[in-house]
């Protein structure tokens, strides 16, 4: 299982937001490239950098900082927030994003994923799927697509979508736990990969995650409060078969 | 030197020399490539385009030369591709600098954790040397067998010669993981987004065309 802090982007700035909420935004550290750096010597194999402004408004507004991460990185990055159609996806692997996020397209025009699978692969496409009391919501977090959440995953499955990336959002930033029983739902009903966010606050809640057959537990709040410390998290979790 | 064929990952492979010490220079000229004491053929996307990019910057005799020169040039992912004679992938012919041949992954065979080989293989994957450490290029030198880097391939290469191939790494079968001829060093994977270890080892091709380029000319 990848153990993948998350980079969270405003203004070109690293933020956290408390559920979503844009207007309970905590800056964390003005040059993000000094966060991933730190997350790479912590041992991650991979990062998760979103764009809220991107996801929010559907243009890309960070996408000099994210190009910038891109080519800094010396591991992996997958890139959500804004990626709203297949010319936007394919740009990012273009310059070194080895997995593109898509959220509100899923949704609202899910001919882009399609696209997206069969033009750069399906390793290389990510379906996120953020989950208000088990239904979707979109354009950051803003909006509820008033569909299910569970009936998304097999939508997206039916597309060719073979990784989704589930998000609670009623447990993100609240150090609680991570909502293993949608993970074990979507695990048991689904051939696809999952990758959990939301709520992640111990490494016993990694273990139990890998432990389920997730594929990837991505880290906010846990790792900038330190509850979490990802070196630690990242050998615990490897040493663990 | 970072040989620019504009369809490559060159900001990432530049950045990640950087890091290891080197004095990057990205080039598409031939006589810069030419009087360089290092090259790296950096590659990503298709095998024709790349070399019909390489056949218009007439950088393909150069790189031919430089590469017969004995000074290190190395070689990453497609890079590595274009340095057969020719590729299943395309009708150009590549650089043919090593013998051999580049298939198509085989994706009607099984796989452990499927029901069919996935392509493109991509994700982290383990890499075992086909020499001890003490014989292996220096490049490879102080890199554990086992370690772990980052693939992104559909297409591997299949030297003639078992000795060209320097390391090796699983995927429905062994798959050609990198390759050593002489002073050419070629990586399947993505040393510049392997983390630690890939950073290693172009920290150590850093040191090593430093070493070569400080040697007197015999």
Redesign the interface.
């Given at each position: 299982m990848d153990v993948i802090p998350a980079i969270d982007l405003r203004g070109g700035k690293c933020v956290r937001l408390h559920q979503g909420d844009y207007a309970r935004e905590t800056v964390f550290d003005d040059d993000p490239l000094s966060v991933l750096r730190r997350f790479?010597a912590a041992?991650a194999?991979r990062v998760n950098i979103v764009d809220l402004d991107g996801a929010l408004e559907g243009t890309r507004t960070n996408a000099g900082v994210v190009a910038e991460m891109?080519?800094?990185?010396?591991?992996?990055l997958q890139v959500s927030g804004g990626i709203r159609d297949v010319r936007t996806a394919a740009a990012l692997v273009?310059?070194?994003v080895?997995r593109v996020v898509f959220g509100t397209a899923a949704v609202e025009t899910p001919y882009e994923v399609q696209s997206a699978i069969a033009d750069l692969?399906?390793?290389?496409v990510v379906v996120g799927i953020d989950a208000r009391d088990g239904v979707v919501a979109t354009r950051g977090w803003t909006t509820s697509a008033g569909i299910r959440a569970m009936d998304m995953v097999r939508n997206m499955v039916d597309l060719g979508v073979?990784r989704i990336q589930y998000t609670d959002i009623n447990r993100d930033a609240t150090m609680t736990h991570p909502n293993f029983a949608a993970a074990s739902e979507i695990l048991n009903n689904t051939t696809c990969r999952i990758l959990i966010a939301g709520g992640i606050s111990s490494i016993d809640d990694l273990l139990k995650l890998k432990e389920l057959g997730v594929d990837g537990a991505v880290l906010g709040q846990a790792i900038y409060t330190g509850a979490i410390d990802l070196a630690e998290a990242v050998s615990a979790i490897q040493a663990h078969s | 030197m970072v040989i620019n064929h504009r369809l490559a990952?060159i900001?990432?492979v530049s950045?990640?020399l950087e890091?290891c010490g080197a004095d990057v220079e990205v080039t598409d000229s031939a006589e810069a490539l030419l009087n360089a004491d290092g090259a790296l053929l950096p590659g990503?996307g298709a095998a024709d385009a790349a070399m019909r990019a390489l056949g218009e910057l007439n950088l393909i005799e150069p790189i031919r030369e430089f590469a017969l020169s004995g000074r290190p040039l190395m070689s990453v992912c497609l890079g590595m591709q274009l340095l057969f004679p020719d590729s299943d992938e395309g009708k150009l012919p590549g650089l043919g600098i090593i013998d051999g041949r580049v298939a198509r992954f085989d994706v009607d065979q099984p796989v452990d954790d499927g029901p069919r080989l996935?392509?493109?293989h991509?994700?982290?994957n383990s890499v075992n040397f086909t020499a001890e450490d003490a014989n292996r290029h220096p490049v490879f030198r102080g890199i554990p067998d086992g370690s772990?880097f980052?693939f992104?391939h559909s297409f591997h290469c299949l030297p003639s010669n078992p000795a060209d191939s320097a390391a090796t790494t699983e995927y429905g079968g062994p798959v050609c993981a990198a390759v050593v001829k002489g002073e050419l060093i070629a990586t399947q994977f993505h040393p510049?987004?392997?983390?630690?270890r890939?950073?290693q080892i172009y920290t150590n091709f850093v040191r090593h065309v430093a070493d070569i380029a400080a040697s007197p000319v015999v």
């Open positions: 790479e041992g194999t891109a080519a800094a990185a010396t591991i992996p273009e310059d070194g080895a692969g399906t390793e290389c073979s | 990952n900001h990432s950045k990640a890091l990503v996935k392509v493109p991509m994700g982290w772990y980052y992104v510049e987004k392997s983390a630690d890939g950073l």
